[in-house]
T-cell receptor
Framework: DTGVSQDPRHKITKRGQNVTFRCDPI?????LYWYRQTLGQGPEFLTY????????KSRLLSDRFSAERPKGSFSTLEIQRTEQGDSAMYLC??????????FGQGTRLTVV | AQSVTQLGSHVSVSEGALVLLRCNYS??????LFWYVQYPNQGLQLLLK??????LVKGINGFEAEFKKSETSFHLTKPSAHMSDAAEYFC??????????FGKGTKLTVNP
């Protein structure tokens, strides 16, 4: 069990560019979550997958954001036309359907 | 809206002193409650969780929390602080949805 893996750990991009992040959950976990954490705040829920189905999305997930989980394994989160307000830590978590979720180390995005 | 409130964004204690981090929740039904710890530039690690049953919950690293329904509280304690406990702590709830709702966090400083 290698835990939840996220790639890259850090990303610096220019405003207006597109970025994509990857999350590899714990192998037997069928639930996968994305959260966003800004400085001085707790994580905020973005979206949730059960297997390959995206079952819940937050209002925070504007039309510039899209998440996928093909084949119910890894997931990607894409942000199009990045804005400075998108700068944050993007956290991925997975669970097996039990209550607790296990988090990855996050991808820190800086938009300049 | 169902929420989590952490009283005190910063708490400072001396090494060996009692740690008390406060968390109150609002919920129309008893929620599932969690405490997570986050070290700088890292993801979140689960310390403990309350689901049902015993209201005093023991977690890792000597931490424990007590669920008090009458006070809608789930405060985190540790009898004796260690330097390695310095981190940010997040209280979270889950209820009626798959998503975790987090408080804003409390940064714990441990002084030698």
């Amino acid at each position: 069990d290698t835990g939840v893996s996220q790639d890259p750990r850090h990303k610096i991009t220019k405003r207006g560019q597109n970025v994509t992040f990857r999350c590899d959950p714990i192998s037997e976990h069928n639930r996968l979550y994305w959260y966003r954490q800004t400085l001085g705040q707790g994580p905020e829920f973005l979206t949730y997958f059960q297997n390959e189905a995206q079952l819940e999305k937050s209002r925070l997930l504007s039309d510039r954001f899209s998440a996928e989980r093909p084949k119910g394994s890894f997931s990607t989160l894409e942000i199009q036309r990045t804005e400075q307000g998108d700068s944050a830590m993007y956290l991925c978590a997975s669970s097996s359907g039990r209550l607790e979720a296990f988090f990855g180390q996050g991808t820190r995005l800086t938009v300049v | 809206a169902q929420s989590v409130t952490q009283l005190g964004s910063h708490v400072s204690v001396s090494e060996g002193a009692l740690v008390l981090l406060r968390c109150n929740y609002s919920s129309s039904v008893p929620p599932y409650l969690f405490w997570y710890v986050q070290y700088p530039n890292q993801g979140l690690q689960l310390l403990l969780k309350y689901t049902t049953g015993a209201t005093l919950v023991k977690g890792i690293n000597g931490f424990e929390a007590e669920f008090k329904k009458s006070e809608t509280s789930f405060h985190l304690t540790k009898p004796s602080a260690h330097m390695s406990d310095a981190a940010e702590y997040f209280c979270a709830r889950k209820g009626g949805s798959e998503k975790l709702v987090f408080g804003k966090g409390t940064k714990l400083t441990v002084n030698p």
